[in-house]
């Protein structure tokens, strides 16, 4: 089997549980209160963003891979044969799937923080493409990583599809777009779905779907923190709400407490007025304009830009270059 583990951790565990209790009490202790995204996504949290990506209402995640699908064989063309595809963030399968049908890997370079969560995805694809070379990374892809020995030789393609870069503020994205140039090299080529700025009244009910999944999906990190963290978090204390700043392109998340309270977290005692917000996601919308601004600010040219009919969503070829 190919593991390939470049740190071998014993705490793993209890070192992710002593981040996010120092991220949690960071982010509650600050003006106006906020809590970092990433942690919506426990095992909880994990099923309901699937079950968000099958609403009526958000299209993100179907409109991506109906670019995948319909323009498959011209994203192929900027993923040279044999190149290893190092994948910032391990998703579902079903994006790099679509990839493979058209093109010939060197290898495939899942990279994801949850250790279990890559293993996991890279076995999975193991078993339905038996000939492929799946080298998991658990590593923080924000940060810089070393890439496997095995793949140092092949050309690099970058794959970050989902828009998960929406999720950045600007300085990050262009942070991440930096360190993943660094990573791949000069030369590398990079893939990445990005969501486009459109009719607000969309964007909106994207994040404010009908069924009420989104609201559970938000309140689901406040169950989260009294899972894992000892919390007396009352969610139904707590509504959802998703807006559109137009000034800044994004929707933001926040979790408003219906009244004052008062929560208690791993010793810390958190106030709330009655209406006063955690702010817990941004997801940034782009105009091509912006993107391609960004990703060259970041070294990177663009190559070429997909998106489907309506103009919903864009895929990005990027090229390191000069
Ligand atoms: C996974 C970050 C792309 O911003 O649309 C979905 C997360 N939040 N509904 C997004 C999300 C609320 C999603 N990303």
Known sequence: MNVYAPMAKTNAVDD???T????????LSQHPKHLPPKYF????????????TRLPEYYPTRTEL??????????ATVIPEGAALVEFGAGATTKIRLLLQNCTLGAYVPVDISRDFVMAQAEALRRDFPTLAVYPVAADFTAPFALPDPVRAMPK????PGSTLGNFEPHEACAFLKSARDILGEGAQMVIGVDLEKDERVLYDAYNDAAGVTARFNLNVLARINRELGGNFDTGAFIHR????????????????????????????FSFRAGESIHTENSYKYSLERFNALARGAGWTPRETWTDGAG???????????
Not at 20 to 27: C, E, L, T, W
Not at 41 to 52: C, H, K, P, W
Not at 255 to 265: E, F, G, M, P, Y
């Open 16 to 18: 992710e549980t002593s």
């Open 20 to 27: 996010f209790a120092q991220d949690v009490i960071d982010g």
């Open 41 to 52: 996504y426990d095992a909880a949290g994990s099923e309901l963003f699937e079950q968000i």
């Open 66 to 75: 109906s670019i995948l699908r319909d323009r498959g064989e011209a994203i």
């Open 157 to 160: 393609v970058g794959f970050f």
């Open 242 to 269: 998703a807006i559109y700043n137009r000034d800044r392109h994004r929707i933001e998340m926040h979790l408003i407490s219906r009244k004052a309270q008062t929560v208690h977290v791993l010793g810390n005692t």
């Open 312 to 322: 919903m969503f864009s895929v990005h070829a990027l090229v390191a270059e000069g």
